[in-house]
């Protein structure tokens, strides 16, 4: 199964398996989403979800520690641990 992931601040959408971590996706296409310890830990890699926040993976307990820390809503999740599932709008937070 495949799904599109669209970058806002660039203006790219790519098609990619089910499954597959937004951070995966866009250090090659080169999204402004910028990366600390790539591990959920340390939030700096916040993203905005423009649209499609229900076709992301949940988040993990970490991820969702991570996101009450930095006083982060619904709108907003880790790159590095959100998971494509069906078609999605996200960008820099």
């Known amino acids: 199964m495949k799904a599109e992931l669209t970058f806002a601040d660039i203006g790219i959408t790519v098609r990619v398996p089910a499954g597959t971590r937004v951070i995966d996706v866009s250090e090659k296409v080169g999204s402004t989403i910028v990366y600390g310890c790539r591990e959920g830990d340390c939030g700096t890699c916040l993203m905005h979800v423009i649209k499609g926040g229900e076709n992301l993976s949940q988040p993990s307990v970490l991820e969702d520690k991570v996101l009450k820390e930095n006083m982060a809503g619904k709108q907003f999740?880790?790159?590095?641990?959100?998971?494509?599932?069906?078609?999605?709008?996200?960008?820099?937070?």
Not at 77 to 93: D, F, S, Y
């Open 77 to 93: 999740r880790l790159a590095c641990q959100a998971q494509i599932l069906g078609n999605v709008t996200v960008g820099p937070a």
